[in-house]
């Protein structure tokens, strides 16, 4: 007879598995409502689907933080037969989604209120947060696959929300085109896993590769993995449509931005316990990932549009999660992966807020000398730590030094003008970031089934090669602002030094033919880029 915690179990389980379903079923009853007063009830309805995911979520993660304690709930044997996965990464994720997921549809009812876009935003909506959800608590990698591809064409519909807007189209061929790429990397990946270890099932899986050396079919599988993860991040040289979406609506970019685009990365996380150590797909996210970082991030400072600006950022962001994972830094991955979601979120919804205070006159910078005095001790400091307490940069000297120039760095924003007292608790702030990243750690780490991987001399050469290529591009833009030279490398950063101009070209060539152009300015409630 079922004990009382049993049936709380299942109860919880059942309700975690009916969300999404439910999610899917609200997005054909909102694709139908035919009266305002209906389609306000199906974004309450919605709004009311998603803060019960973030509830049911937050129960569930206390059941696995009890089971991981010794006290036995039965979590992992219930949730198999209903075919869930609750384990630490999967809960981290839910609760990222269901939170992304209310706020964004409490912003977007009120932003597109009247919109001639709200009555396919809404069903298309809820379809990428339900397919998001199935992907994160599946343990079948079929079904994994499917919601994989049912995101990407749900988000298909969002960004072509507005049909008379002709690079919004374009843009969206390519995203079509790049999601398609990903997907049959992504279903070569699976087929590798299943042809090597006969199952699809993760739990399986996993023993599996535990007591199975990996062979050809695990290094194939790891550089299709690699593959779709760099075309679902906007990695280059497939990076182009990312930046060509902004003119679909705000919301739609926080979605893409905050949620979507992060999944290459966690497809990763989920898997990575098949690989023994480094494999060639973590080398390829190496180069590519540190590469696209690089580029990004010289390019976003050149950018005079927020939301381009905001599209680099995501582009550089990603480029460096990919590159910890490929370093095997699997827990610093997963927060980077969190706080940019959150971060970007914020970005894309106060992105008016932003332009407003872009306008404002800037501070200027404190002199190099003055900033540098304070940098530099600070990354010292910080560094120190780091070689004190290794396990926090996963015994990885690579991510040290990338964390120590990150501390630095907070502090050569420094503006002119600041008394030695506040000078003084911006340098504790700086330095506040390694205690912060070691409670997140800290948080995040048990998520995961192994903290690091070793590094590899070759992973080791290729990362230091990055880094160390970051470092000089950063440096020579702060010592010599004004230099010609630097000038003239400016204009081409600010086009992203054309990477992304073979593959768009090729793309062009088999584009569909050029949708009609329709005349916005009659068309009521229109909201342009960024409104």
């Given amino acids: 007879m079922p004990t009382f915690v049993d049936v709380i179990v299942r109860l919880l389980l059942a309700l975690w598995l009916l969300i999404p379903i439910s999610l899917l079923v609200m997005a054909g009853i909102s694709a139908r409502a035919s009266t305002p007063a209906s389609l306000q009830r199906a974004w309450k309805i919605g709004r ?18 009890l089971d991981t304690l010794g006290v036995s709930t039965g979590l992992p044997e219930t949730a198999r ?118 199952t699809f099932e993760l739990p399986e899986l996993f023993a599996a590769a535990a007591v199975t050396s990996g062979g050809w ?95 680099w950022s995501t582009c550089a962001q990603m480029g460096f999660m990919l590159f910890e994972i490929g370093v095997g830094a699997y827990t610093l991955a997963l927060a980077h992966l969190l706080a940019h979601s959150l971060y970007k979120a914020h970005s894309f919804l106060a992105s008016g807020r932003t332009v407003r205070a872009a306008r404002c006159e800037r501070l200027p910078l404190a002199p190099l000398r003055q900033r540098l005095s304070l940098a530099l001790p600070a990354a010292a400091l ?75 001399l070759t992973a080791g050469l290729l990362g230091s090669l990055m880094l160390a290529s970051l470092i000089l591009a950063a440096g020579v833009v702060m010592v010599f602002p004004q230099a010609a030279w630097v000038a003239r490398w400016r204009v081409h950063f600010s086009q992203g030094l054309y990477l992304a101009m073979p593959f768009q070209r090729a793309l062009g060539s088999v584009a569909p033919s050029r949708p009609r152009r329709h005349s916005a300015a009659f068309v009521p409630g229109f909201k342009g880029e960024g409104s």
């Fill in 48 to 65: 009311g689907l998603t803060a019960s995911a973030l509830v049911a979520s937050l129960a569930v993660g206390i059941l696995f933080v």
């Fill in 382 to 456: 910080a560094a120190a730590a780091l070689v004190a307490w290794p396990s926090l940069i996963s015994h990885n000297p690579l991510l040290g030094v990338l964390l120590s120039l990150a501390v630095g760095s907070t502090l050569l924003g420094m503006p002119v003008g600041m008394t030695k007292p506040r000078r003084l608790a911006l340098f504790v702030m700086a330095l506040a970031l390694v205690p912060l990243y070691a409670l997140l750690h800290s948080l995040l780490a048990p998520a995961l089934p192994s903290a690091y991987a070793p590094l590899t």
């Fill in 81 to 198: 037969p209903l075919g869930l996965y609750p384990d630490g990464l999967a809960v981290w994720m839910a609760m990222l989604i269901s939170l992304l997921g209310t706020v964004l549809l409490h912003f977007a009812e009120g932003y597109l209120k009247g919109d001639r876009g709200e009555r396919r935003f809404l069903p298309w909506c809820q379809v990428v947060f339900a397919s998001v959800m199935l992907l994160v608590f599946t343990h079948h990698l079929v079904v994994m696959l499917i919601a994989w591809i049912g995101v990407s064409v749900a988000l298909h519909h969002l960004l072509t929300l507005y049909p008379e807007r002709v690079e919004a189209q374009r843009a969206a061929w390519q995203k079509f085109v790049v999601s398609r790429i990903g997907d049959a990397a992504l279903i070569a990946a699976v087929a590798f896993l299943y042809a090597r270890f006969g």
């Fill in 217 to 311: 079919q695990v290094e194939a599988a790891s550089v299709a993995l690699a593959i779709a993860a760099l075309c679902k991040c906007a990695q280059v040289p497939m990076h182009g449509w990312l930046i060509k979406v902004m003119e679909a609506p705000t919301p739609v970019s926080a979605l893409l931005h905050a949620g979507v685009i992060n999944l290459g990365g966690f497809v990763w996380l989920r898997l990575f316990p098949v690989f023994d150590g480094l494999t060639l797909g973590h080398y390829l996210l190496i180069t590519v990932g540190g590469f696209t970082a690089l580029v990004a991030v010289m390019t976003m400072l050149t950018q005079a549009s927020v939301k381009h600006a905001l599209a």
